[in-house]
């Protein structure tokens, strides 16, 4: 089995080295992009006072994907810090999704169930209420 892995070019450590770059590279794009929200925001509303009176929920456009999508695009800094943490939550799901692609290439059926398995219950989790959208 290790021989027809390594014939199409997949072992464990390719594997794993994959998995790491696509997680490493997926934080630090979402942190460069919160960041970059962070300063939106802050060189616009930064000096507005803060009324701790009333409680202020989050703004229903930013309580749907396709809402915060639409507030990035606009350059509004709430919406660009939310889409950077729609970045950090889907980079632990592309990885359970990349190790399935990786399990298969290497005819690791086991594996391949299992994470299919986990995969689903991810998705559950997060778009299981279809409150998301």
């Not at 696509?22 to 616009?44: D, E, N, P």
């Not at 919406?79 to 939550?89: A, M, N, P, V, Y």
């Not at 889907?90 to 990885?95: D, E, G, K, L, N």
């Not at 690791?108 to 209420?129: A, E, N, P, R």
């Amino acid at each position: 089995m290790a021989e027809t892995a390594d014939q199409h070019g997949w072992t464990d450590q390719k594997l794993e080295n994959i998995v790491g770059n696509l997680l490493r590279t997926g934080v630090s794009l979402a942190a460069a992009v919160v960041f970059i929200g962070g300063i939106i925001y802050l060189s616009r509303h930064g000096r507005e006072p803060a009324n701790y009176r009333i409680f202020q929920g989050e703004p229903s456009d930013l309580k749907t994907i396709p809402g915060i999508i639409r507030s990035a695009v606009g350059l509004h800094g709430r919406g660009i810090i939310q889409f950077g943490l729609l970045l950090l939550i889907a980079t632990p799901v592309f990885r359970v999704a990349l190790c399935i692609w990786g399990f298969v290439a290497e005819k690791d059926h086991m594996y391949t169930l299992f994470t299919i398995i986990v995969l689903t219950v991810l998705l559950y989790s997060l778009l299981g209420s279809g409150s998301a959208f």
